[in-house]
């Protein structure tokens, strides 16, 4: 049954970051289309919805990639981190959408196997507000990330400072910084896409960062159909 023609986008969230933290993820999937969810922490499994976005947030506990805590870790919230990787199964097995943004990237990445830098210098600039574009990437045109943004270079705002380590099997890097940096990343069938960088912030200024979103909530309309 068609649900007023909207795609619900379920939006994991946590009450120690706030409820403003999430403004910008639910304005931005509201601008394309799409119905916010809210899905906090202990949620058991996914309602029914037409997508997973991953925001923002806490450093991912190293526990769950096999490491020990670098002094520089920041704050962790187990249980978000559990959720998270229990809903992103879930979407999996469901062949929902997803759409991973900064901390988002790095629990899909956890959670098909991979590991994270636990400490990076240099990409945590918000000082200079959360718009500012901070550096280029470099993007593979034929991405996801790249056909959002027609080109094979964008400036992005750099708001982090861990990023991805050894890539997991099944994700293909779909963008890299000039250090290296993984920035973007997809599975194949392009359902699962994420990004290092905060599109949320820059989609009512930037057209890529608003396309991003577009193209998600596109796939989640598609998945609505084959519910309805």
């Keep these: 049954m068609q649900r007023n023609g909207r795609p619900r986008i379920g939006i994991t969230t946590s009450q120690q970051r706030g409820a403003d933290y999430y403004i910008p993820y639910r304005r931005a999937v509201e601008a394309v289309?799409?119905?916010?969810?809210?899905?906090?922490?202990?949620?058991?499994?996914?309602?029914?919805?037409?997508?997973?976005?991953?925001?923002?947030?806490?450093d991912v506990d190293?526990?769950?990639?096999?490491?020990?805590?670098?002094?520089?870790?920041?704050?962790?919230?187990?249980?978000?981190?559990?959720?998270e990787?229990?809903?992103?199964?879930?979407?999996?097995e469901q062949g929902l959408p997803v759409l991973g943004i900064?901390?988002?990237?790095?629990?899909?990445?956890?959670?098909?196997?991979?590991?994270?830098?636990?400490?990076?210098?240099?990409?945590?600039?918000?000082?200079?507000?959360?718009?500012?574009?901070?550096?280029?990437?470099?993007?593979?045109?034929?991405s996801e990330l790249g056909r959002a943004a027609g080109e094979d270079k964008i400036r992005v705002n750099s708001l982090h400072h861990q990023a991805i380590g050894t890539l997991a099997p099944?994700?293909?890097?779909t963008a890299r910084g000039d250090d290296g940096t993984v920035e973007a990343v997809e599975t194949s069938d392009g359902l699962i896409v994420a990004v290092q960088c905060?599109?949320?912030?820059?989609?009512?200024?930037?057209?890529?960062a608003r396309k991003l979103f577009e193209r998600f909530v596109d796939r989640a309309r598609r998945r609505q159909t084959l519910r309805s």
Excluded at 198 to 208: A, C, K, V, Y
Aim: aromatic residues 4%; negative net charge.
């Design 33 to 58: 289309g799409a119905q916010p969810v809210d899905l906090p922490p202990g949620t058991r499994s996914l309602p029914e919805v037409d997508g997973l976005l991953l925001p923002g947030g806490w």
């Design 62 to 83: 190293p526990a769950l990639y096999g490491e020990k805590p670098d002094p520089k870790v920041g704050p962790i919230d187990r249980e978000l981190d559990d959720t």
């Design 85 to 92: 990787l229990r809903l992103f199964q879930q979407a999996r």
């Design 102 to 142: 900064c901390r988002g990237q790095q629990v899909i990445n956890v959670a098909m196997g991979g590991s994270l830098v636990q400490h990076l210098e240099g990409h945590e600039v918000r000082r200079y507000g959360r718009s500012h574009l901070a550096h280029a990437i470099e993007v593979d045109p034929r």
């Design 170 to 173: 099944g994700l293909v890097q």
């Design 198 to 208: 905060h599109p949320e912030e820059l989609s009512s200024d930037l057209p890529w």
